[in-house]
C-alpha cells in the first residue's frame, strides 16, 4: 500500500477533500495531509489530523522538525493535490515555494497528481491553461474538472470530479502493473482536418474507435499514454495516465507527435491523415459566384508524419503503423511496411460497408519485416488492439 500525501488548497470543493483522505484510507493507503492558508479558512485542520492520525503541516515553521517539508516530500510516494486552486497550480508551474505546500511539492520527488476545482471564466483563463500545460510537460498527471453546476450558481467546468471517481483514478495509478508498467505510449487516433476556408473542410470517415481502442489497452497493459487525437465520434477514455492532445490539421498532428513521441517509448499511428490538403486556405469563406460553378481546389500532398517520425526515432523505440486499403491489401501494405520505416505495420481493409472504419470489429494483417505476413480472424477492435498492445510489450521488452 502507498503513502500518500493529500494537499488541500483554497477551493469551495476543499470539503471533497476530505472525501478523498477518507477513500483512500479505505483502500488501504496511508495519508498524510499538506493544507494551505486558504484550505484552512474553509476547513478545519484538525479534522484532517483526527482522521489521518497525524500532524496537518501547515506551516514551515512552528514544527517540531526543522525541515518538516523535506521530511514529508521524502516520505511520499504519491503527492496530490486536491482541489488544486488555480494559485497553487501557477506556483506548481513555476516553481514558487513560498508557503508549506508549494516548498513541500516543490522539495517532492513522487508522482504528482493535480485536481483543479475553480470557476470556469478562471478555469479557461490562458494563464491557468498555460500553467497546467507547463504542469503536463513537467510530468504532472492531472485529472481534469468536470462540467457542471459550480458553487456560483451557474453551470460550467471547473467543478471537482466525484471523490469516488478520483480514488478509483489514484487506484488504478497505484495499482497498474503490466507489461507495459513504466512505460510511455504515444497513440494517435481519429481523422485529421485540412482547411479550406474558414467554414469548410477535408475530412474522412476516420471514427477513432481503433485508437481509443488501443488506448484502453496499453492503459490496462499499465502505460502511461498520451493520446493525440483529431475527429472522433467516439468517447474518449479517462485517466490519470493519459493525457489527451487534440489537433486538428495534419502539420498540427505533426507537431504534436513530434513532441510527445520525442521522450516517449513507443508510437501507435492509427490517426487516419489527410493525404492532401487546400494549396491555398481562404482567409473568407469562398462565395457561391458564378464564376465557381467549376471551382477546381488545387491540392499538394501534406507531410507523411508516420514516415517522418520513424525515420528518425532511436534504437529502442517501437513504432507501430497501419495501412488502409481498398484492393492489393498485402502489395500496398508490403510497400508501406518498406517506404515507413515503421517496426510493424497492421493492415486493414477499409473499402465497403464491412471495412474498418466506423465498424466495431476489424480482420486485419500484421506485417513485420523478415517475416511472413500474419492473418487474424474477424475479431472485435477492442481485441485487436489488445493484441498489437501485447506485441508492442514484446517488442519493447526484446528490444528487437
Ligand atoms: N500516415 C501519416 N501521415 C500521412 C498519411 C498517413 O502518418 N500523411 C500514417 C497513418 O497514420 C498510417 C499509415 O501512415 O499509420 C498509413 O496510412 P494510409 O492512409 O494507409 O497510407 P498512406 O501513406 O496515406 O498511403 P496511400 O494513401 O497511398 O494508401
Redesign the pocket.
Known amino acids: 500500500m502507498a503513502k500518500v500525501t493529500v494537499y488541500l488548497t483554497g477551493s469551495v470543493a476543499a470539503y471533497k477533500g476530505i472525501e478523498v483522505v477518507r477513500g483512500l484510507q479505505k483502500k488501504g493507503h496511508e495519508v498524510r495531509v499538506v493544507m494551505t492558508a486558504a484550505a484552512q479558512k474553509l476547513i478545519a485542520p484538525a479534522t484532517l489530523a483526527a482522521l489521518t492520525k497525524y500532524p496537518v503541516l501547515t506551516s514551515l515553521w512552528d514544527s517540531k522538525s526543522p525541515i518538516p517539508h523535506i521530511e514529508l516530500a521524502d516520505w511520499t510516494e504519491l503527492a496530490v493535490v486536491v482541489p488544486a486552486s488555480a494559485d497553487i497550480i501557477a506556483k506548481m508551474a513555476n516553481g514558487i515555494a513560498d508557503d508549506a505546500a508549494s516548498t513541500t511539492l516543490l522539495a517532492t520527488s513522487a508522482t504528482k497528481v493535480v485536481v483543479p476545482a475553480m470557476n470556469s471564466h478562471m478555469w479557461a483563463a490562458p494563464a491557468t491553461q498555460r500553467n497546467l500545460n507547463q504542469l503536463k510537460d513537467d510530468g504532472v498527471i492531472v485529472i481534469e474538472p468536470v462540467q457542471g453546476r459550480l458553487a456560483e450558481g451557474y453551470s460550467g467546468k471547473g467543478r471537482l470530479p466525484e471523490p469516488e471517481e478520483i480514488v478509483d483514478d489514484l487506484t488504478t495509478l497505484l495499482t497498474s502493473e503490466g507489461p507495459l508498467t513504466g512505460k510511455h505510449v504515444v497513440i494517435?487516433a481519429g481523422g485529421t482536418r485540412e482547411p479550406i476556408d474558414p467554414v469548410r473542410f477535408i475530412g474522412n470517415r476516420s471514427s477513432g474507435k481503433m485508437g481509443v481502442a488501443l488506448t484502453n489497452a496499453a492503459l490496462a497493459a499499465g502505460a502511461s499514454v498520451t493520446l493525440i487525437v483529431g475527429q472522433v465520434s467516439v468517447d474518449l477514455p479517462r485517466s490519470p495516465r493519459l493525457t489527451i492532445v487534440p489537433i486538428e490539421s495534419?502539420a498540427e498532428l505533426l507537431a504534436a507527435v513530434q513532441r510527445h513521441f520525442a521522450p516517449a517509448d513507443a508510437l501507435i499511428?492509427?490517426?487516419?491523415?489527410?493525404?492532401f490538403k487546400p494549396v491555398e486556405v481562404a482567409s473568407e469563406k469562398v462565395k457561391k459566384a458564378s464564376n465557381h460553378n467549376d471551382w477546381q481546389l488545387n491540392l499538394t500532398e501534406?507531410?507523411?508524419?508516420?514516415?517522418q517520425v520513424a525515420h528518425q526515432k532511436s534504437e529502442n523505440q517501437v513504432v507501430i503503423?497501419?495501412?488502409?486499403?481498398t484492393q492489393n491489401l498485402l502489395a500496398?501494405a508490403q510497400k508501406?511496411l518498406a517506404s515507413?520505416g515503421a517496426d510493424l505495420i497492421v493492415a486493414n481493409n477499409v473499402s465497403g460497408k464491412n471495412g474498418a472504419f466506423g465498424n466495431d470489429n476489424d480482420q486485419v494483417t500484421i506485417l513485420e519485416a523478415n517475416k511472413e505476413p500474419v492473418e487474424w480472424p474477424s475479431m472485435s477492435k477492442k481485441e485487436v488492439a489488445q493484441r498489437i498492445v501485447s506485441l508492442l510489450s514484446n517488442k519493447l521488452k526484446s528490444g528487437d
Do not use: R, S
Request: glycine share 4%; charged share 25%; proline share 0%.
Open positions: 494517435t495534419t499511428m492509427a490517426a487516419a491523415v489527410a493525404d501534406t507531410t507523411d508524419v508516420l514516415k503503423g497501419f495501412a488502409a486499403e500496398n508501406k515507413k
